[in-house]
């Protein structure tokens, strides 16, 4: 089965506080599409990868991304810039979404999740506990629950699936979802978890950027 990569990375970074698309501010002088492209590559699971990005960085995307990576235009949400990278992707059988702000994931966690959907899975995400406990709050901010928070995971990319599910996901969708697995279980999919990587995490907040910096120094990458 032919494994296309899609890479979300058409999103506007508001929360980095950067002033550009985070998917483009730098690590060691490296951007984190770069990163997380040369990541997918490096696993050697991954037969092609598809970028997906703010229209007028199309060209600029080309240029500085391996020979083979392709690249087309994103959408105003994320929902809609991963449909753009299945409606590029017909010759997929399996398919990975992975966000270019998760950077530093190891090529391990992504040959995981590929080895898994191998193994017969049909959705599969990495998870980790959540360390802090999560409360459910109304409009106003009072409290409305505290989830038993050993059955809480955070989620993380890369997400796999069978193409064929994923696109009937994407076919059914009719609202916006803020990952794939999401948009699975609403037409009935079983979506598996496997053990994350810390590595994975999400770069969203200056916070997270000076841990990601801080990281990609120490580390040859
Ligand atoms: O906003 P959030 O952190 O959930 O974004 C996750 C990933 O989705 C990022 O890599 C971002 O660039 C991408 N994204 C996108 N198109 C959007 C919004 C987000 O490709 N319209």
Redesign the pocket.
Known sequence: GRVIAL???????E?LGEGI???FVTLCGVS?LRL?VDGLIESGVVDRVVV??PADRIDSVRAELPEGVDVVA?????T???RAGIAAAEDADLLLVH????ALTPPSLIARVVAELRAGRDAVVPALPVSDTIKTVDLLGAVTGTPDRSELRAVQTPQGFTADLLRRAYAAADSLA?DDAGLVERIGGRVRTIVGDPMAF?I?TPLDLALARALANDEPI
């Open positions: 890479v979300p990375a058409a999103g506007r970074g929360r698309p985070k998917a984190m997380a997906i990005v994103g959408g105003a949400e994320r809609d810039s991963v966000d270019a702000a998760r803020t999400k969203t």
